[in-house]
């Protein structure tokens, strides 16, 4: 495998571009060297690529901003940022946007070969010339409804309509926030189904430009349109006798929805450039965190393809609402991640998971695994601590300490009285980011009535 996988290497100090394209090219790897950002971005237009290796810092555009352009085109591309030990935090950072790897300087080759080995044997494809019979047969990677971590009701719920709707071949609309794991619940639904030694087959609708879709979807021929230089086997086609997710339905344009709502209906889809109808057997789960019945209302969404998607609705509500799973979240990707980076970590002290459970993840599960994934890196202890964890999550806990504050247990009334007064007035000073005039507004007393009690309590 490893003669045909290709590797485009991105570093702008030719003595380490060469040495480690010599190195990867003797250990059989197809390597194309490019020593800026804008000419790797010209060659990989041209040309197929496997993997991207880049260096984090360059001259002109950065590994950061090179792997962004090429996921504009390819958002599936996988990548690993080459850091100094200053870039950490920032390669760290980018890996929300998936698939993205990174190796400290001075690079641990052995490391390396792992991460790249990693790709090869998943078997990422993104060559268009591959035929279905290569895409990757996911259900080996798809965790089943039975292992998804969790332990609220609110996911016990999720999971039990998750697992009576996987049996049959109704249509799914998963709603919810970002970062929910949406994508997860939807590959549980064909891992559990009798579709799952089919593929799995994903189109991310956010990640596409309006002029890619019907290509995306359905395929082109030929010569169908200025640029398509050989034929193109679209989604949809890749997934018959399997699963299409479609991730973030709500932004497929108007113009696309009536062919989509076609192949729903009817089981049919033609290729840009051809007039050959082709029957596919496609079970269609599609997901968003968009109110489709407001586009609806705006004339934005289709009304009868809305009602073809949601035969099923599945809600998935924000981990701020499940806060039981937090724990074992935790604990499944502390030991995910310490496994992966190779160290020795036993746990988290009660302190911080303290902190995590009280925290309210505007990011959701994926700014939970985030989270988890930079304490691992970053600690030097056999737990992770509270020096570990990043630091609005810190003040953002000191905040909901505060406004959750009780001061109501029985005791003295004027001490009382005057704590219920100190707190009523941080939690106005916090709402209003610290604005005294607005403060006194909520508290409904003059700001010179509100300067003295600031000082009266010290609550500068």
């Known amino acids: 495998m490893a003669n045909t996988f290709k590797i485009l290497l991105v570093d702008d100090e030719e003595a380490q571009r060469e040495t480690l394209g010599g190195y990867l090219s003797k250990k059989g790897y197809y390597v194309k060297k490019s020593p800026n950002a804008e000419e790797a971005f010209d060659e990989f237009t041209k040309n197929s690529f496997d993997l991207i290796i880049s260096d984090f810092k360059m001259p002109g555009k950065n590994g950061e901003e090179l792997i962004m352009d090429i996921r504009n085109i390819n958002p599936e591309i996988p990548a690993i940022l080459i850091t100094a030990f200053g870039e950490i935090q920032d390669a760290v950072r980018i890996m929300k946007f998936g698939a993205i790897d990174y190796i400290q300087k001075p690079i641990d080759l052995i490391h390396l070969i792992n991460i790249i080995n990693k790709y090869e044997e998943q078997s990422i494809i993104f060559d268009e010339n591959k035929s279905i019979n290569e895409v990757i047969n996911n259900n080996q990677n798809i965790e089943s409804i039975s292992n998804i971590i969790y332990g609220s009701d609110e996911m016990k719920n999720v999971l039990n309509i998750a697992s009576r709707v996987a049996l049959s071949k109704a249509s799914v609309l998963i709603r919810g926030e970002s970062g929910t794991g949406k994508e997860l619940i939807a590959k549980a ?4 189904s009798k579709r799952n030694t089919k593929p799995f087959i994903v189109v991310n609708c956010a990640a596409l430009p309006e002029t890619l879709f019907e290509s995306e979807l359905f395929g082109h021929e030929k010569g169908a349109f200025t640029g398509a ?16 997710f479609i991730d973030e339905v709500g932004d497929i344009p108007l113009t696309i929805q009536v062919k989509l709502l076609r192949a729903l209906q009817f089981g049919e889809i033609e290729r840009l450039g051809s007039e050959k109808t082709m029957r596919l057997d496609v079970r269609v789960i599609s997901a968003t965190n968009r109110n489709l019945e407001d586009m609806i209302a705006n004339g934005e969404f289709r009304e009868d393809l809305f009602f073809r998607l949601n035969v099923v609705t599945i809600n998935l509500p924000p981990l701020r609402q499940r806060k039981k799973d937090i724990k074992p979240l935790v604990h499944y990707y502390i030991d995910k991640y310490s496994k992966l980076y190779e160290k020795n970590i036993d746990g988290i002290d009660n302190q911080s998971l303290d902190k995590m459970i009280k925290y309210n993840y505007p990011g959701n599960i994926r700014e939970l695994e985030n989270i988890v994934q930079r304490a691992v890196v970053l600690t030097r202890d056999r737990h992770i601590s509270i020096k570990d964890l990043p630091i609005e999550m810190i003040e953002s806990s000191k905040k ?4 959750n504050e009780d001061c109501f247990e029985i005791g003295d009334l004027n001490s009382k009285v005057e704590h219920l007064e100190s707190v009523l007035i941080k939690k106005a000073l916090l709402l209003t980011e610290g604005n005294q005039t607005k403060a006194a507004e909520l508290l409904n007393i003059s700001e010179r009535t509100l300067r003295y009690k600031i000082n009266k309590y010290e609550l500068k």
């Open 229 to 244: 230089v050989k034929e193109r086997i679209g989604k949809f086609e890749r997934a018959d006798k399997g699963t299409l």
């Open 189 to 192: 639904i064909h891992s559990s």
């Open 400 to 403: 909901q300490s505060i406004m």
